[in-house]
């Protein structure tokens, strides 16, 4: 059975860092391409992060904008996003996914964890 399990959300304040984490059991990342998402009640999934072991390229929405850092560990399957200087626009739930197509889309592969919810207070 494939699951994701995602972990590391919380409570912070505007300024402050979380790091997500996300493992996968039931198979393995390989070359997937593999990411993060944030959903705000109300408003569509979007694309946070992600990466391909394909070409190594890592890619980061807009509003990233050098503050969050994703990462992998493909030999335990594991990934993580670290978000440093959190603002309350990004309070969301995250969610971590596997098998996404190339700029971080959606594909009818894809599978998602069951999400964590990162609130950031003023």
């Known amino acids: 059975d494939v699951q994701l399990q995602a972990s590391g959300g919380g409570l912070v304040q505007a300024g402050g860092s979380l790091r997500l984490s996300c493992a996968a059991s039931g198979f393995t990342f390989d070359d997937r391409t593999i990411g993060w998402f944030r959903q705000v009640p109300g408003k569509v999934r979007e694309a946070v992060s992600c990466?391909?072991?394909?070409?190594?390229?890592?890619e980061y929405a807009d509003f990233v904008a050098g503050r969050f850092t994703f990462s992998s560990d493909r030999a335990k399957n594991t990934m993580a996003l670290q978000m440093n200087n959190l603002k309350p626009a990004d309070t969301a739930v995250y969610y971590c996914?596997?098998?996404?197509?190339?700029?971080?889309?959606?594909?009818?592969?894809?599978?998602w964890g069951q999400g964590t919810l990162v609130t950031v207070s003023s």
């Open positions: 990466g391909s072991n394909r070409d190594g390229i890592t």
């Open positions: 996914a596997v098998s996404l197509g190339p700029y971080c889309t959606v594909t009818r592969s894809t599978r």
